[in-house]
Nanobody
């Protein structure tokens, strides 16, 4: 079992920044890749970014150049730094853990543990 807890969401104006955190606990040795998803109202869940245990990263085109995923292995925490936020970034953001590391884009079915989500709202 792996437990994931997100934090750091909130309300920000367009062009602003937020930093999301995801703290992992439990059987963390089973984690190969960590990812951030988001889901806006009425839309499908979208994979935003992933980071491997080795630190390799991938991003959705919609956030490339604006978002940065990173990890602090000592603290078992993954971060999503979001800069240049746009109203279309408004969504509930979820972190997720994957044990396979099949590459980008990671199939949603590969993620075996999910956080509860944190709301990000960007006003225009």
């Amino acid at each position: 079992q792996v437990q994931l807890v997100e934090s750091g969401g909130g309300l920000v104006q367009s062009g602003g920044s937020l930093r999301l955190s995801c703290a992992a606990s439990g059987r963390i040795f089973s984690i190969n890749v960590m990812g951030w998803y988001r889901q806006a109202p009425g839309k499908e869940r979208e994979l935003v970014a992933i980071i491997t245990t080795g630190g390799s990263t991938n991003y959705a085109d919609s956030v490339k150049g604006r978002f940065t995923i990173s990890r602090d292995n000592a603290k078992n925490t993954v971060f999503l730094q979001m800069n240049g936020l746009k109203p279309e970034d408004t969504a509930v953001y979820y972190c997720a853990a994957d044990r396979y590391g099949t590459g980008w884009p990671t199939p949603e079915s590969d993620f075996f543990s999910w956080g509860q989500g944190t709301q990000v709202t960007v006003s225009s």
